[in-house]
């Protein structure tokens, strides 16, 4: 007789459902005997053939599913997606195929709810949960007094959890762990727990994560389970910066674990928090232990990395670097190279501020091992490092170009004032130079916007926003009455209302000079809420109101659905003063960001046609000569001289630049500051970041 592991007796499963399949397959070899018609014989031992069949592929596959997941470095964790491999799914299909069959030809059979639940588990080990919730919810609807209903309530809160489906996974886990408890399930109580605890990290409630845990932990099945959920109460009380009790939480971890891998994780944990706590010498005597020990040797990139970060802790950011250098280079193309280099670019944005170093860090993070849990963050952290040098430099070249048509309005005024007192009259006559590409207004919209784009970033991503004040007050200096002031200012009021050491009336006057300057923009009208003084009732422009959405929607970074706005404004409103702006923010959004040129000069050249009379129409025209007659593009070098003098701008505006007074840009060649250049910092203090 087949006598199959998953028969014996586990959290999870009683022992009447034990009994009542061992009797079934003890009844196999019988049958012949009880049944005098062979078809019938043949009809009931396919029947169990399938049963046996299914029974047996899904407790290979399992198997197979776990050994994967046990090999991961914290473990098995059944909440977190499986990775399975070809065979293993291949088998988790033939099983949902025959206990399906048991299911539409055996509907009364005493074991349609094992069959239920091998299928549900076979589709949540493959990550489709929705069709792994629908089995669980049939078998705890029609079975409720079986005894494979709790398991089922279990698995049905795991995929309610995954499908992001909170609130009923916490509802369903309350009430498994209710009913766990009433009937001693432990190891179910434990899990259950489990599943609340993890609801509440994702809620940043680390207190009652904590204590969801510590249940889990004081129930658990298993060592292994104890030992996971204690290692879960020590990463609470870290992150609730509580790092003695962390510390005797992993102590408790490194002392319920029966492996070697759960006994090195409760003592890393532990060096960790001495670390935090400041006991550096113990911290690193740990590490030396633990890389001494031929039983960690799977670990050892990881305590080499753990020594890098105890170095940056103790503030040896040079030792740090370089041991994060080393396990880069010594662990290549593992997790922990990928780690290292996250850590090394974390090093370089946040402590020592050097974005030129920490941008290839971290795009070296998020390619040397695709599958590391920092990959994402790495990827995100490289995207906004690389909009911040794009708009350095986009900054640098429009603030030269604006610097250099100043100039030439200098030297053009002061040659007539030669010709007109008749000096000069015997010089070399040189032949007046061609009008620039663009205008003036046009270059300073355009340093306007990416200054506006940068403080957004500084602001919002970065989280710098004392840099991102300064970008602020940059835009409303550049353009006093441009279309970006407002928010710039309302946005300076929210980062001066932040600081507690400043005046009220100073941000009670930006916000007064929002009213004034712009009554008709939304900021005016929030800026009358927060003052307490009554908003006035508007009658809004429809096609005003479109436009706004698009440029909402331009700031997002939702470049096609803005297009599709300004596209509607000018079919809806053709007479609107807004369907001119709408068709050039459409051309400058295809011609900047999609980096769609043709794009861009079909809708200038419908711009011009549609109005030529509007000033969007003046703007593009030096576009559309200059797409005709293409210049020299700029060499490299000039390129490079622009990126350096990103950080020689413009200064800070004062009270008259807030109430609408256009600073008077000083008569010094481009990028050069008129009080001369600024003392660099040393490399640990903070730089300008530009």
Not at 102 to 107: A, E, I
Not at 188 to 194: V, W
Not at 381 to 386: A, E, F, I, P
Not at 546 to 570: C, D, H, P, Q
Request: hydrophobic share 35%.
């Amino acid at each position: 007789m087949y006598w199959s592991p998953d028969l014996s007796p586990r959290a999870g499963i009683p022992l009447p459902t034990i009994c009542r399949r061992t009797a079934f397959c003890l009844l196999i070899p019988l049958l012949p005997l009880v049944f005098a018609s062979c078809s019938v014989t043949d009809f009931v031992g396919a029947y169990f053939n399938t049963y046996y069949n299914a029974r047996r592929l899904f407790t290979e596959a399992e198997t197979e599913t776990f050994a994967q997941a046990d090999s991961r470095p914290g473990g098995r964790n059944y909440l977190a997606p499986f990775t399975i491999s070809a065979g293993t799914k291949a088998k988790f299909t033939s099983v949902i195929e025959k206990c399906s069959k048991l299911l539409q030809y055996h509907p009364e059979s005493s074991l349609v709810d094992d069959a239920l639940m091998m299928i549900g588990k076979a589709y949540y080990y493959q990550d489709e949960d929705q069709s792994a919730a629908r089995k669980y919810r049939e078998l705890i609807e029609g079975y409720p007094g079986g005894g494979l209903k709790l398991e089922a309530e279990l698995y049905l809160a795991y995929a309610q959890y995954r499908m992001n489906a909170r609130e009923g996974a916490r509802a369903t886990a309350l009430l498994l762990a209710e009913e766990a408890g009433n009937e001693g399930e432990e190891g179910l109580l434990a899990r259950a727990s489990s599943v609340l605890g993890e609801i509440a990290v994702g809620e940043k409630d680390y207190a009652s994560a904590r204590g969801y845990f510590e249940t889990a932990a004081e129930h658990g099945g298993t060592a292994s389970q104890r030992a996971a959920s204690w290692m879960q109460v020590g990463t609470m009380y870290s992150r609730m910066g509580k790092y003695s009790e962390a510390q005797a939480a992993f102590e408790k971890a490194e002392g319920e674990s029966d492996t070697y891998g759960g006994e090195y994780r409760g003592r890393m944990g532990e060096i960790r928090m001495l670390a935090k706590q400041g006991e550096y010498d113990r911290a690193r005597a740990g590490l030396e232990e633990l890389r001494q020990s031929s039983n960690n040797r799977e670990f050892f990139g990881e305590i080499d990395l753990e020594i890098g970060h105890v170095y940056r802790e103790m503030g040896d950011f040079t030792a740090a670097r370089e041991q994060y250098v080393y396990v880069d280079t010594t662990y290549a193309r593992t997790e922990n190279a990928a780690n290292a280099y996250y850590a090394l670019g974390n090093l370089y944005e946040n402590v020592l501020f050097r974005y030129d170093l920490a941008l290839p860090a971290y795009i070296k993070a998020r390619s040397e091992y695709p599958l590391a849990s920092i990959t994402l963050d790495a990827a995100r952290r490289s995207d906004y490092l690389g909009k911040y040098f794009q708009y350095v430099r986009e900054i640098a070249k429009y603030d030269s170009i604006r610097a250099l048509m100043h100039s030439a309005d200098t030297s053009h005024a002061a040659h007539l004032d030669t010709a007109s007192t008749g000096a000069g009259k015997d010089s070399v006559r040189t032949s007046a130079p061609p009008p620039p590409a663009m205008s003036l207004e046009s270059v300073e919209e355009k340093l306007a916007s990416n200054e506006n784009e940068l403080a957004g970033l500084f602001y919002a991503t970065i989280g710098l926003p004392d840099s991102a004040e300064r970008r602020y007050r940059n835009v409303v200096a550049i353009r006093p009455d441009g279309p970006l002031v407002p928010r710039a200012l309302f946005t300076l009021a929210q980062i001066y209302s932040r600081d507690t050491t400043g005046s009220r009336g100073r941000v009670d006057s930006i916000y007064h000079a929002i009213i004034e300057r712009f009554p008709g923009s939304e900021f005016a009208a929030e800026s009358r809420r927060l003052l307490g003084l009554p908003v006035q009732k508007q009658i809004l422009d429809p096609a005003e109101q479109s436009y706004t959405l698009g440029e909402s929607l331009m700031v997002a970074g939702k470049n096609l659905a803005a297009i599709a706005t300004f596209r509607t404004i000018v079919e809806r409103y053709p007479a609107s003063p807004f369907s001119s702006r709408a068709l050039y923010a459409a051309g400058w959004l295809y011609e900047n960001e999609l980096d769609r040129p043709d794009s861009a000069l079909a809708t200038y050249e419908r711009l011009i046609t549609r109005y030529p009379a509007s000033p969007y129409a003046v703007k593009v025209q030096p576009r559309m000569i200059e797409a005709k007659s293409p210049g020299k593009s700029q060499s490299a070098a000039d390129s490079t001289e622009l990126e350096r003098s990103a950080d020689r701008r413009l200064g800070t505006i004062d009270d008259e630049v807030v109430r609408g007074k256009r600073r008077t840009v000083p008569d010094t060649p481009a990028g050069q500051r008129p009080q001369g250049e600024p003392k660099k910092p040393a490399e640990t203090e903070r730089p300008d970041l530009e």
